[in-house]
């Protein structure tokens, strides 16, 4: 009996990693690969020894067109791939929107019959890039809630941490193409498994949810609700991107719901710590770095190994920058008799002061991000011995990689959480 179970459970999961399901939901969504539709498909993206060690077999002509360790793009099989289909002229012609982060490849053209599906799952996918993050925690802590944006903060950093790891230690592929069709291709050279947008798409909503409901009012229903749909808009729009398995989704799903289940018991002695404890700083920059350098050496160097110190980085300057805030007595959390809050009705006057503090605070912060940039990178190539004018291939030494980002986010952290609110308080906007 036991045994029937384990079968079942392994070739369920098996099911759920093919590439064959994700090219079949691409295809119900209106995406077409500019590929032959016959084209050669990889049956399981379970890595082998000989994946992580090409040379141990024999390469054939798929191996050009896969998306594995050999190759980036959506596939070029033959010079007739992109002549117009039948249906070419009911479609529209895409790209996509950012090269790979690790090779500068464009990526191949595919084709769109639901515009609206693919600017909803690009925006799905949009809520678990970089460029949300430094938008989101900002607005949450200068406007509506300081003490939620800040262990929301401690959440996604370490979620993110743990997902990254895991992905180099798993080592797991992207799945093949074709017959999936790379609608992005920016984090095709990583691994994949589990999902880390999914981790972070479960662990914002559902963390925000967590530290909010009872402190704040509104419905349970409408919160859970929120959480969950903004959850499975982030998951699903990575397969529909092309860049993870089901099997891969739902794994960086119920990931994230333990990961959560364990900070709902120590979320608050943690931000305390990080407040109250003399030693917190020394604390704070000891583990983020430690967890840092491990995960940097996990395996060769990727973007993931960037995206982690970022992370932690973010998490270490704004874990700092809390500590700072309360030695100097300006932490503003409402006292527990105040609560629950209730949200202030949305005037003109309200809406216009939030809307500057969020257009001053972000416009520090993305200067701030240019100018540390501009001099960490140089600085770093100059010690190292290392040539300044190629950016993309010095960041590939962790001895750059790795103090750059943890210099820059960590000023970014500790700039959101400390500079700009006293920023805001020397203009009045506090």
């Known amino acids: 009996m036991a045994t029937d179970v384990i079968k079942t459970f392994v070739e369920t999961c098996l099911y759920l990693q093919e590439p064959r399901l994700v090219a079949r939901f691409q295809h119900l969504c209106g995406v077409r690969g500019t590929f032959p539709e016959n084209a050669s498909q990889n049956q399981t993206q379970l890595r082998t020894p000989e994946d992580d060690h090409p040379d141990l077999r024999k390469r054939t002509p798929e191996d050009e067109v896969g998306n594995g360790e050999l190759a980036h793009t959506n596939g070029t099989l033959s010079e007739n791939q992109n002549q117009p289909q039948p249906e070419d002229e009911r479609m529209a ?22 515009k609206f599906l693919f600017y909803l799952f690009t925006f799905g996918t949009e809520l678990g890039n970089e460029m949300f993050f430094i938008v989101f925690f900002p607005f949450l802590f200068w406007n509506i809630d300081a003490l939620v944006s800040r262990r929301l903060i401690v959440v996604w ?13 798993v080592r797991w592929s992207r799945p093949a193409s074709p017959p999936v069709v ?32 009872g402190r704040w009012q509104y419905p349970f229903l409408l919160g859970l609700c929120v959480a969950l749909s903004w959850s499975i808009l982030v998951c699903v729009s990575r397969v529909y991107m092309g860049m993870h398995s089901v099997l891969e ?81 300006l932490t503003a959390d409402p006292l527990p008799s105040a609560l629950p809050l209730a949200f202030p009705p949305l005037g003109a006057g309200v809406v216009a002061r939030s809307l500057l503090r969020f257009a001053l605070g972000v416009g520090v912060i993305l200067l701030t991000r240019a100018a540390m940039k501009a001099v960490t990178i140089p600085l770093l190539c100059r010690l190292r011995g290392l040539p300044t004018d190629d950016v993309r291939g010095a ?20 700039t959101c959480v400390c500079i700009v609110p006293l920023f805001f308080r020397l203009l009045y906007l506090a």
């Open 395 to 414: 960041r590939q030494h962790v001895a750059v990689e790795l103090p750059y980002r943890y210099i820059v986010y960590g000023v970014l952290g500790f």
């Open 249 to 329: 989704v739902i794994t960086g799903f119920l990931y994230t719901l333990l990961i959560l289940a364990f900070f709902s018991q120590t979320l608050e002695k943690i931000d305390e710590f990080y407040m109250t404890h003399a030693y917190a700083p020394l604390a704070i920059v000891a583990s983020h770095v430690t967890l840092g350098l491990l995960a940097f050496s996990l395996d060769s160097w990727s973007t993931s190994r960037g995206d982690t110190a970022q992370a932690l980085g973010t998490g270490a300057g704004a874990a700092l920058a809390t500590h700072a805030n309360y030695r100097l007595g």
């Open 182 to 213: 790379k609608v992005e291709v920016f984090y095709n050279s990583e691994y994949s498994m589990p999902s880390t947008h999914a981790m972070t798409g479960t662990a914002i909503p559902f963390c925000l949810f967590m530290l909010t409901y």
């Open 93 to 114: 012609r895409a790209k996509p929107l950012r090269k790979n982060s690790l090779t500068g490849d464009p990526g191949q053209e595919f084709l769109i019959r639901n």
């Open 157 to 169: 950093a370490w979620n993110l941490m743990v997902g990254q790891s895991t992905k180099d230690m």
